[in-house]
């Protein structure tokens, strides 16, 4: 067979094991150690990347045949991805490292008696480059962003963190607090060191007032480089609970590493939820949140509560769902009033704030209520969307989900049993928790897809006007 054909298809097979690299190793921070040992869909690995490596090995020549093969099921396989990759800097570094070694593997290869398995050469080196590259960067990014911090000498800065509700609870800070400062939060769910070292270089604004930093975490030591990193002046910490136990693997141990906030040297209070263990030998003054709020009532409409600031009860209502988001939103509240806003504007702010996108957002479309919960991943706030889908008694009531990921399976079985006590029709998508879920819900029809590509004709087949739908987690379909 002509040599050249067999390298250049040896090249493009190459070229589809680094595409599978760098996308795997995006999902998962570009931790080689969370893609090999933390992977939901393992077989993924073993089909698109093991065998054809040893394949790659065995097949000599005939290698060539099982690859056209090879590439055509990795196509439908990116084609179904609800998360593809995205040519990051990061990445494109690595491509352009990879294809010149690719090339010049190539030209040798064509040439010279020299065994193939050199491709395999470049792939290590290309990956070793860019891991190299970006620790170099990295660290040179921090020092900038530390130097950045240093000159802003009136900025605050406020961390937040939490297993539940951190991004809710930082943009509710922010709301608030926008309207008497000049206030910049960390975008969407930026909350890893290297994206908040990104985040300062490139968006804090020079002449920002207050900096509100989200902080989260997949190990130990993560929110203390955060911390150190930022040098808060407050805290919030949230409630801690049975999150990403697949890394952590006990609730102490988050715990511990949620309690990585106070190691900030300029540290002056937290805000830490009242369920959540007091830390010892704590210095710090604290203040647990809620505290005097009472006579919350949340339905489909919005939220009403009252809560006291200084020495006067305040009523307050809000567009905003969920009982836990008045938890979330009064910590919030707290903050703007020792910040110096007035209570009546703190009321007509709460009053006119907008939900959080895909934090049971309520979006009313073509005669249907859809309760958009798709980024709220937790036991407890999955069960405050589905106790509001209850009330609902206007027409079927929808469920689409993954169950809960990176958590137990007793937390399913109990997610499963109040789907089943409320809901006509549970559409359960992906592999992952469908078996526990399926098992367990007897009353609701059942629906069950491995990928979300025909979901919106399964919708239209089973939804009329009248009808609610609850997104409840959207969790990616490699997980």
Not at 440 to 466: P, R, T, Y
């Amino acid at each position: 067979m002509n040599n050249i054909l067999l390298q250049i298809s040896n090249i493009i097979f190459m070229l589809s094991l680094g595409y599978y690299l760098m996308q795997n190793l995006q999902w998962y921070n570009y931790n080689i150690f969370r893609v090999i040992l933390k992977h939901n869909k393992f077989y993924w690995h073993l089909l698109y990347f093991i065998l054809p490596v040893l394949l790659f090995f065995l097949l000599g020549d005939y290698f060539i045949y099982y690859n056209i093969f090879h590439i055509c099921i990795l196509i439908i396989w990116y084609i179904k991805l609800d998360k593809k990759i995205v040519f990051t800097s990061r990445v494109n570094r690595f491509f352009i490292a990879y294809c010149i070694l690719l090339l010049v593997s190539f030209i040798v290869l064509i040439n010279f008696d020299i065994t193939r398995y050199i491709l395999f050469v470049a792939l290590f080196v290309s990956f070793l480059v860019s891991f190299l590259s970006e620790l170099v960067i990295m660290r040179q990014y921090k020092k900038l962003a530390i130097k950045k911090l240093n000159s802003m000498n009136n900025l605050i800065i406020i961390s937040v963190t939490a297993s539940y509700g951190k991004t809710s609870i930082k943009n509710f800070i922010h709301t608030l607090l926008s309207k008497q400062f000049k206030t910049y939060a960390t975008p969407r769910s930026i909350n890893t060191i290297n994206g908040i070292i990104s985040d300062i270089n490139n968006n804090l604004p020079y002449d920002c007032d207050i900096y509100i930093v989200e902080a989260g975490a997949r190990q130990k030591g993560d929110i203390e480089k955060i911390a150190n990193l930022i040098n808060h002046h407050y805290a919030v910490i949230g409630e801690i609970g049975e999150m990403h136990l697949q890394y952590f693997k006990t609730i102490e141990n988050i715990k511990n590493t949620k309690y990585e906030l106070f190691k900030s040297n300029r540290l002056k209070e937290v805000f830490l939820f009242k369920n959540n263990d007091l830390p010892s030998n704590a210095s710090i003054p604290i203040t647990l949140f809620p505290q005097d709020v009472s006579n919350i009532c949340s339905n489909l409409s919005g939220s009403t509560f009252t809560m006291n600031l200084g020495e006067t009860c305040y009523d307050f209502k809000t567009k905003v769902l969920g009982e836990f988001n008045v938890v979330n939103l009064s910590v919030a509240i707290m903050i703007a009033y020792k910040f110096g806003i007035s209570p009546n504007k703190i009321i007509s702010l709460v009053e006119n704030m907008k939900p959080i996108e895909h934090r049971l957002e309520k979006i009313e479309i073509n005669g249907k209520i859809i309760l958009d919960d798709s980024f709220n991943g937790n036991l407890n706030g999955m069960k405050e969307a589905i106790k509001l889908s209850s009330l609902h008694t206007n027409g079927k009531k929808i469920i689409v989900t993954p169950g809960i990921v990176e958590n137990s399976i007793e937390n399913n079985i109990k997610l499963a049993r109040m789907i089943d006590s409320v809901f006509d029709v549970a559409i359960i998508t992906g592999d992952l928790n469908s078996k526990i879920l399926s098992d367990n819900i007897s009353n609701a029809q059942k629906i069950i897809i491995k990928d979300k590509i025909n979901l919106n004709s399964i919708l239209s087949k089973f939804c009329s006007d009248g009808d609610l739908i609850l997104f409840s987690n959207d969790a990616p379909n490699y997980i």
